[in-house]
């Protein structure tokens, strides 16, 4: 396999074009287009060597042919380097954006922001918040003490005897009672169906 180092060099740049910063990429591009434009007029030259000129008009059409080639030379490089100039303003914003960025998320928080985060945080808007994990609790906790109770009353009652009404409504009290006991002082229960 004949690769030249040239196309390895420009396989590897696209490969690690990743994390490179957008005019970087954008001076690797126009480097490769420049290269390449170049390449082209000095392939040009060299086959001017292979045409014969056998008068003397042939011969100045040839230095004319080999002239022109190298202005178009000369002037893709100048513009390159005029590319450049803008390249190094292009890639000194977007270091120095990044560096704002990178500063703005390292600032010291003020009290307002801080406890704009304890709001957020108190009522659950963030993932894990403390009153995310209260509810869990809360849920968790119901449902155990309604698991026993229903225990209780299965154990209780015979197999075959029907609840009065009466006592139906004394066992969801006795189930109500041992729920308040559990919740928080001050927390209303509340149903939430989605």
């Known amino acids: 396999m004949n690769i030249s180092w ?9 490969m690690n074009s990743a994390g490179m910063l957008k005019s970087t ?3 690797l591009e126009r480097q490769e287009e420049t290269k390449k434009q170049v390449e082209f007029f000095e392939k040009q030259k060299e086959n001017l ?8 008009e042939e011969i100045a059409e040839k230095l004319k042919m080999f ?3 190298e202005d178009q030379i000369a002037s893709i490089k100048a513009a390159y380097n005029h590319e450049q100039m803008f390249h190094i303003l292009d890639e000194s914003t977007e270091r120095g954006e990044q560096i704002a960025d990178a ?7 003020t009290p307002e922001e801080r406890l704009e985060e304890m709001v957020e945080e108190a009522l659950g808007i963030e993932e894990g918040g403390e009153l995310e994990e209260i509810m869990d609790k809360i849920e ?3 449902e155990e003490m309604s698991e026993e109770v229903t225990e209780e009353l299965e154990e209780a009652l015979p197999e075959n005897a029907e609840l009065s009404a009466e006592e139906v409504a004394e066992a969801a009290a006795a189930a109500e009672a041992a729920q308040k006991e559990t919740l928080p002082e001050g927390y209303l229960p509340f149903d ?3």
């Open 6 to 14: 040239d196309q390895t060099s420009g396989i590897l740049r696209r």
């Open 25 to 27: 990429q954008d001076r």
């Open 49 to 56: 060597k292979n045409v014969t000129a056998g008068s003397v």
């Open 67 to 69: 002239q022109s080639y």
């Open 103 to 109: 500063v703005d998320k390292m600032a010291p928080k």
């Open 140 to 142: 968790e906790v119901v």
């Open 192 to 194: 939430v169906r989605l």
